[in-house]
Nanobody
């Protein structure tokens, strides 16, 4: 059974930092692209960041560029999202996705491999 488990969410003041982790089990994603998405209340899920399997090529949505960094440890089958200078508008449930298609600097998520989400709340 494939599982993606996010952790690291929480409540933080504006300007603060959080580091999210997504640990995969049941399947080796070390040769797969992976990404992060988020969904705020009343809004659709949106792309945040993605990485090819090497971790060298990454993509970000414009609103987080320069503040968020995606990284991965393939030996641990884990991806991370370092979030700095957080803003209230970053408040959302953050989800990781594995095995999607990374092409032309865009990431199309896989349908089958999603985590359960972790809540990030940024207070003003």
């Amino acid at each position: 059974q494939v599982q993606l488990v996010e952790s690291g969410g929480g409540l933080v003041q504006a300007g603060g930092s959080l580091r999210l982790s997504c640990a995969a089990s049941g399947r080796d994603f070390s040769r797969s692209s992976m990404g992060w998405f988020r969904q705020a209340p009343g809004k659709e899920r949106e792309f945040v960041a993605a990485s090819t399997w090497t971790g060298i090529t990454t993509a970000y949505t414009d609103s987080v560029k320069g503040r968020f960094t995606i990284s991965r440890d393939n030996a641990k089958n884990t991806i991370y999202l370092q979030m700095n200078t957080l803003r209230p508008e970053d408040t959302a449930v953050y989800y990781c996705n594995a095995g999607g298609v990374y092409s032309s600097n865009k990431y199309s998520p896989s349908r089958d491999y999603w985590g359960q989400g972790t809540q990030v709340t940024v207070s003003s």
